[in-house]
């Protein structure tokens, strides 16, 4: 037990030195505190220090903050053992929430975030009472009360806003609002009603609309699954306290002390906007009465503020045109926006004034590139006013597009103009590009860019015209605006740019990579490299020709940017240099000293703090395509050379135990070596030793990349390669096959063994192994596995007979083959044009070659092998593309710890253990089957009889194929 005074002034000592600026005595005390998290009693410790007001205020949002990290990392049981006990589990429970209501509004935070996350796994099996005992706070009259319930409900019912709908989260739900949505409609009416009451009172009224707004947040938290049967009776009540709300005044009193960030009113505006929107996107029948007044609201709210250029509105002006966009594309609302002047007046009053850039763009451009950059191409664009305005317009010509393009039509060629009478009016000309890109796309993906466009405007044309001449004057740092427009426009309208305009342009991107805006410099490397990466028929449609006559100061100026300080880590420049390698191909051989150099040079230095998991894994995926450009089927020369400026930096990250980094290097280190010829040299033959220790196996992210490795080793350096280590990898072998995770990995490294290893070594560990196989097979059965389990029999089978195999499986016990053969016979539709051949040459061993299943004991198994054979023959893989597709997936959600991420470019086709055996399954199973009926006259044409006609039409097809017409 810890809950005496001794032991609460220790906790509170320990607390305080957690923020001390001595890191040894940081290091110290959080050591301390997590030796002794385990002790039953820590979590009730905690929260009696949060109350002890002898302590400084910090040290006890230390106490909240260490409470709620403690419930985080603790209260979800691991691996169905329970790391807290049951009493302390039920002591938090009890006292948590009036705990949470006497603190602070800061430590009250932490303590909502751990009833939010205790929910999430209590909630409401093992916490019935948490909601009932919460609403009674609802009349306790004090604002500090019930707000902090608001707050800490509002964690709690987040979840239901983006969490997939479910019986079971619907469950959930039905349950809150038998408790909760009657008590917060109350709440509702009572608060507003004290608005009224304390209207003169400045103090009063600002914590007031706090709770309104976190009303409003449960709100729009509980209506987003689906519209609860107590708020469509309630409707009215809600939506005229809305409709109140929306027309309060923005009173400079209740702002933000941050002139810039939204005050309470701007953000209690901006939920009601969601909600409606909401509504009129999902539950536009049941809302449909309220819409024109909420459109109204709304609309006149927009004119009142949109010349505002305080940021404070920005979301509140993004939001509301969301609500319009959201009625504006539907056919039933069209009436709406047909009454007199109504398109002009949303066009010019609410549209036209936010498609301008604004000050704090210009700001963002010159000092936060980064963030601009962020907004303007990678789509986090979509809380401003230019994002809002161009989702209105893209709406609005759903249904009104003539109209609409004649309107703002009129507005493009008078900004045109404006821009070319005046040099100093060039953000006239980057509204137009704004207005003409927002209105001509029509489709679009991440990775395709604009996959469909306006009729009614040309692209093309205007490109020519109006934009590339921003780009063609001398001096690439006049106007970098205009000019990262230029380059943008290019991108997204890639496709429907004509490919000869895009090759003119190349040249002038690559001198735009030395711009002194990084801005204009990264869209020059973005847009390369998503024209290098453009796809038509299954063929890349920038090649090695397109791509040579500039590839020297392309990797120049690619290169001399990564040196930079401003685009050190810049993902979209790595991103470029990787396309660049691969659309280049064999054209920078004669730069491939100069690639490597660089690319270790960075790696190196990332190396040292990884912080950046996208531009890490372009980084590796460049250097793996310089490898496969510049190694594969090169010189053992220039295999050498990357091998000597490589190593020293991969053995910096092996030994410095860079974890995120160690999958990578396993991956790169298998792609050189299966570029040497064999043998493999001493440099590899050293690393070996470290390769097999166990603690690099304990982590997941390894194992794929480490098997690949292995098998190459095996592949170059043959049986030699097992003397001495095959136990350790036979030991490894056991350890992936265990987990369902891992076990493809399992049997890739079994099979690379069993490639070489002979017959008369193998079969004193073939029992163990099978037994291995057995036990998971009864233990944990997976699709994959059973799959994983029928590939290595039949290679089992073909490497060394079907005879040798049954033995060795009834050695285990008596006759249980059959059993065996029958579960991993249940699905055949093995993955992989390899696996497909070994198992047609594994079963068909069984049906032609061996005696046990053709006369032997198992001869009764003979038909579904056979149907087993045929089946593989005919599951026929999709065709595969003319040309190999190097798609680089964005590996968003990578994160800052060791994970697997496979390179593309590393990829290598799976090892075939039957090179000489010709590819064609139908044909080989034919002529093995003609052969056996010469050997056994009169033993499958009778069986063949009896199968399934379909069946049987296949087999006479194969046979005809290879000259034979009947089997003896």
Same mark, same amino acid.
Request: net charge negative; charged share 20%.
């Given at each position: 037990?810890?809950?005496?005074?001794?032991?609460?002034?220790?906790?509170?000592?320990?607390?305080?030195?957690?923020?001390?600026?001595?890191?040894?005595?940081?290091?110290?005390?959080?050591?301390?505190?997590?030796?002794?998290?385990?002790?039953?009693?820590?979590?009730?410790?905690?929260?009696?220090?949060?109350?002890?007001?002898?302590?400084?205020?910090?040290?006890?949002?230390?106490?909240?903050?260490?409470?709620?990290?403690?419930?985080?990392?603790?209260?979800?049981?691991?691996?169905?053992?329970?790391?807290?006990?049951?009493?302390?589990?039920?002591?938090?429970?009890?006292?948590?929430?009036?705990?949470?209501?006497?603190?602070?509004?800061?430590?009250?935070?932490?303590?909502?975030?751990?009833?939010?996350?205790?929910?999430?796994?209590?909630?409401?099996?093992?916490?019935?009472?948490?909601?009932?005992?919460?609403?009674?706070?609802?009349?306790?009259?004090?604002?500090?009360?019930?707000?902090?319930?608001?707050?800490?409900?509002?964690?709690?019912?987040?979840?239901?806003?983006?969490?997939?709908?479910?019986?079971?989260?619907?469950?959930?739900?039905?349950?809150?609002?038998?408790?909760?949505?009657?008590?917060?409609?109350?709440?509702?009416?009572?608060?507003?009603?004290?608005?009224?009451?304390?209207?003169?009172?400045?103090?009063?009224?600002?914590?007031?609309?706090?709770?309104?707004?976190?009303?409003?947040?449960?709100?729009?938290?509980?209506?987003?699954?689906?519209?609860?049967?107590?708020?469509?009776?309630?409707?009215?009540?809600?939506?005229?306290?809305?409709?109140?709300?929306?027309?309060?005044?923005?009173?400079?009193?209740?702002?933000?002390?941050?002139?810039?960030? #939204? /005050?309470? &009113?701007?953000?209690?505006? $901006?939920?009601?906007?969601? =909600? @409606?929107?909401?509504?009129?996107? *999902? !539950? +536009?029948?049941?809302?449909?009465?309220?819409? #024109? /007044?909420? &459109?109204?609201?709304?609309? $006149?709210?927009?004119?009142? =503020? @949109?010349?505002?250029?305080?940021? *404070? !509105? +920005?979301?509140?002006?993004?939001?509301?045109?969301?609500?319009?966009?959201?009625?504006?594309?539907?056919?039933?609302?069209?009436?709406?926006?047909?009454?007199?002047?109504?398109?002009?007046?949303?066009?010019?009053?609410?549209?036209?004034?936010?498609?301008?850039?604004?000050?704090?763009?210009?700001?963002?451009?010159?000092?936060?590139?980064?963030?601009?950059?962020?907004?303007?191409?990678?789509?986090?664009?979509?809380?401003?006013?230019?994002?809002?305005?161009?989702?209105?317009?893209?709406?609005?010509?759903?249904?009104?597009?003539?109209?609409?393009?004649?309107?703002?039509?009129?507005?493009?060629?008078?900004?045109?103009?404006?821009?070319?009478?005046?040099?100093?009016?060039?953000?006239?000309?980057?509204?137009?590009?704004?207005?003409?890109?927002?209105?001509?796309?029509?489709?679009?993906?991440?990775?395709?860019?604009?996959?469909?466009?306006?009729?009614?405007?040309?692209?093309?044309?205007?490109?020519?015209?109006?934009?590339?001449?921003?780009?063609?004057?001398?001096?690439?740092?006049?106007?970098?605006?205009?000019?990262?427009?230029?380059?943008?426009?290019?991108?997204?309208?890639?496709?429907?740019?004509?490919?000869?305009?895009?090759?003119?342009?190349?040249?002038?991107?690559?001198?735009?990579?030395?711009?002194?805006?990084?801005?204009?410099?990264?869209?020059?490397?973005?847009?390369?490299?998503?024209?290098?990466?453009?796809?038509?028929?299954?063929?890349?449609?920038?090649?090695?020709?397109?791509?040579?006559?500039?590839?020297?100061?392309?990797?120049?100026?690619?290169?001399?940017?990564?040196?930079?300080?401003?685009?050190?880590?810049?993902?979209?420049?790595?991103?470029?240099?990787?396309?660049?390698?691969?659309?280049?191909?064999?054209?920078?051989?004669?730069?491939?000293?100069?690639?490597?150099?660089?690319?270790?040079?960075?790696?190196?230095?990332?190396?040292?703090?990884?912080?950046?998991?996208?531009?890490?894994?372009?980084?590796?995926?460049?250097?793996?395509?310089?490898?496969?450009?510049?190694?594969?089927?090169?010189?053992?020369?220039?295999?050498?050379?990357?091998?000597?400026?490589?190593?020293?930096?991969?053995?910096?990250?092996?030994?410095?135990?860079?974890?995120?980094?160690?999958?990578?290097?396993?991956?790169?280190?298998?792609?050189?070596?299966?570029?040497?010829?064999?043998?493999?040299?001493?440099?590899?033959?050293?690393?070996?030793?470290?390769?097999?220790?166990?603690?690099?196996?304990?982590?997941?992210?390894?194992?794929?990349?480490?098997?690949?490795?292995?098998?190459?080793?095996?592949?170059?350096?043959?049986?030699?390669?097992?003397?001495?280590?095959?136990?350790?990898?036979?030991?490894?072998?056991?350890?992936?096959?265990?987990?369902?995770?891992?076990?493809?990995?399992?049997?890739?490294?079994?099979?690379?063994?069993?490639?070489?290893?002979?017959?008369?070594?193998?079969?004193?560990?073939?029992?163990?192994?099978?037994?291995?196989?057995?036990?998971?097979?009864?233990?944990?059965?997976?699709?994959?596995?059973?799959?994983?389990?029928?590939?290595?029999?039949?290679?089992?089978?073909?490497?060394?007979?079907?005879?040798?195999?049954?033995?060795?499986?009834?050695?285990?016990?008596?006759?249980?083959?059959?059993?065996?053969?029958?579960?991993?016979?249940?699905?055949?539709?093995?993955?992989?044009?390899?696996?497909?051949?070994?198992?047609?040459?594994?079963?068909?061993?069984?049906?032609?070659?061996?005696?046990?299943?053709?006369?032997?004991?198992?001869?009764?198994?003979?038909?579904?092998?056979?149907?087993?054979?045929?089946?593989?023959?005919?599951?026929?893989?999709?065709?595969?593309?003319?040309?190999?597709?190097?798609?680089?997936?964005?590996?968003?959600?990578?994160?800052?710890?060791?994970?697997?991420?496979?390179?593309?470019?590393?990829?290598?086709?799976?090892?075939?253990?039957?090179?000489?055996?010709?590819?064609?399954?139908?044909?080989?199973?034919?002529?093995?089957?003609?052969?056996?009926?010469?050997?056994?006259?009169?033993?499958?044409?009778?069986?063949?009889?009896?199968?399934?006609?379909?069946?049987?039409?296949?087999?006479?097809?194969?046979?005809?194929?290879?000259?034979?017409?009947?089997?003896?």
């Amino acid at each position: 037990k810890m809950a005496d005074a001794q032991t609460l002034a220790s906790v509170g000592h320990y607390l305080a030195q957690t923020l001390s600026l001595d890191r040894a005595a940081r290091k110290e005390a959080e050591a301390y505190l997590g030796s002794i998290e385990g002790n039953a009693g820590y979590a009730q410790v905690l929260m009696m220090a949060m109350e002890q007001q002898a302590m400084e205020a910090s040290v006890r949002q230390a106490a909240a903050i260490a409470f709620k990290n403690f419930v985080k990392r603790k209260w979800d049981s691991e691996n169905g053992i329970s790391q807290i006990t049951d009493a302390d589990r039920a002591a938090i429970k009890t006292h948590i929430v009036d705990l949470m209501l006497r603190l602070p509004e800061s430590m009250q935070k932490q303590l909502s975030d751990a009833i939010a996350i205790i929910g999430k796994y209590d909630f409401p099996g093992k916490w019935m009472d948490l909601f009932p005992y919460m609403v009674t706070k609802f009349q306790s009259g004090q604002f500090h009360v019930i707000n902090g319930v608001l707050r800490t409900a509002n964690p709690l019912f987040k979840r239901y806003r983006y969490e997939e709908r479910s019986d079971q989260l619907w469950t959930e739900i039905k349950i809150v609002l038998e408790q909760f949505a009657a008590p917060l409609t109350d709440l509702l009416k009572a608060t507003l009603q004290l608005l009224q009451t304390h209207a003169s009172n400045t103090a009063n009224v600002s914590i007031i609309l706090d709770s309104l707004l976190l009303i409003a947040k449960l709100f729009f938290s509980l209506n987003s699954q689906d519209l609860p049967e107590y708020f469509e009776d309630h409707m009215a009540e809600w939506m005229s306290a809305f409709h109140m709300l929306l027309t309060l005044p923005f009173n400079p009193a209740f702002a933000n002390a941050d002139e810039d960030k #939204p /005050g309470v &009113v701007e953000e209690l505006k $901006t939920q009601i906007c969601e =909600i @409606v929107a909401l509504y009129a996107e *999902k !539950y +536009d029948e049941e809302f449909a009465s309220y819409l #024109p /007044g909420f &459109v109204n609201d709304i609309m $006149t709210m927009l004119i009142t =503020i @949109v010349q505002e250029s305080s940021s *404070k !509105y +920005d979301q509140l002006i993004s939001m509301g045109m969301t609500f319009l966009a959201s009625v504006a594309k539907r056919e039933h609302y069209k009436t709406l926006f047909q009454t007199p002047d109504f398109l002009t007046t949303i066009a010019q009053q609410v549209i036209a004034p936010n498609v301008f850039l604004r000050p704090s763009d210009d700001e963002m451009f010159a000092d936060d590139p980064e963030e601009f950059i962020r907004r303007d191409i990678e789509g986090s664009d979509f809380d401003t006013r230019r994002r809002g305005a161009s989702d209105l317009m893209r709406a609005l010509c759903e249904l009104f597009e003539t109209d609409v393009i004649a309107l703002f039509g009129q507005f493009i060629t008078q900004l045109l103009g404006e821009s070319a009478a005046n040099a100093a009016s060039w953000k006239h000309k980057d509204a137009a590009i704004f207005l003409v890109s927002s209105l001509a796309v029509r489709g679009s993906t991440k990775e395709q860019g604009t996959t469909k466009t306006s009729a009614l405007i040309n692209v093309a044309d205007f490109f020519n015209s109006q934009v590339i001449v921003d780009l063609q004057g001398p001096n690439i740092n006049e106007k970098p605006v205009l000019r990262a427009d230029a380059i943008k426009y290019a991108m997204t309208f890639r496709n429907q740019i004509p490919k000869d305009v895009l090759l003119a342009l190349l040249p002038q991107l690559v001198t735009h990579l030395t711009a002194t805006s990084q801005v204009v410099s990264t869209y020059a490397a973005a847009c390369m490299e998503r024209m290098f990466a453009m796809r038509q028929g299954g063929h890349s449609v920038f090649v090695e020709v397109d791509v040579a006559p500039v590839v020297g100061p392309l990797l120049t100026n690619l290169f001399g940017q990564l040196s930079s300080d401003k685009n050190g880590e810049n993902e979209y420049i790595m991103k470029c240099i990787m396309r660049t390698i691969a659309t280049a191909k064999t054209s920078v051989q004669p730069f491939a000293a100069v690639m490597v150099t660089q690319l270790n040079h960075k790696l190196v230095q990332v190396a040292k703090n990884p912080s950046r998991p996208q531009f890490n894994h372009y980084l590796f995926e460049a250097i793996s395509c310089a490898i496969r450009n510049s190694c594969q089927g090169g010189s053992a020369e220039v295999i050498a050379e990357f091998e000597g400026t490589l190593f020293p930096t991969f053995q910096i990250i092996l030994q410095g135990d860079i974890l995120e980094f160690q999958p990578y290097v396993f991956q790169l280190l298998a792609q050189l070596l299966e570029a040497r010829a064999a043998p493999a040299p001493d440099a590899y033959t050293q690393l070996l030793p470290f390769l097999l220790a166990p603690v690099l196996w304990q982590s997941n992210a390894n194992s794929q990349p480490l098997v690949r490795l292995l098998r190459a080793y095996i592949a170059k350096q043959g049986l030699g390669l097992l003397e001495g280590r095959l136990e350790g990898m036979l030991g490894i072998f056991q350890k992936l096959i265990a987990s369902k995770l891992t076990d493809a990995d399992g049997f890739a490294l079994l099979q690379g063994i069993c490639d070489v290893l002979p017959l008369a070594r193998l079969e004193q560990y073939l029992g163990t192994i099978l037994t291995l196989l057995f036990q998971r097979l009864q233990r944990l059965k997976t699709l994959r596995f059973v799959k994983g389990f029928l590939v290595f029999l039949c290679l089992l089978i073909g490497k060394h007979g079907g005879s040798v195999v049954v033995a060795a499986i009834d050695r285990i016990q008596a006759n249980i083959f059959s059993m065996l053969l029958g579960r991993l016979l249940e699905d055949v539709h093995v993955p992989g044009a390899v696996s497909k051949k070994v198992c047609t040459i594994g079963l068909t061993a069984l049906l032609a070659d061996t005696k046990e299943t053709i006369i032997g004991q198992y001869s009764a198994l003979w038909p579904s092998i056979c149907k087993a054979v045929v089946t593989v023959c005919e599951d026929v893989a999709p065709a595969a593309e003319a040309e190999e597709d190097f798609t680089v997936p964005e590996p968003d959600e990578m994160g800052f710890k060791a994970s697997y991420a496979k390179l593309v470019f590393a990829g290598s086709a799976e090892a075939d253990p039957f090179p000489a055996v010709d590819s064609n399954c139908r044909a080989y199973f034919a002529k093995h089957l003609v052969h056996a009926s010469s050997i056994y006259p009169g033993q499958f044409g009778p069986r063949i009889a009896t199968l399934d006609p379909a069946l049987q039409a296949h087999i006479q097809q194969y046979l005809l194929s290879v000259g034979a017409s009947t089997l003896a």
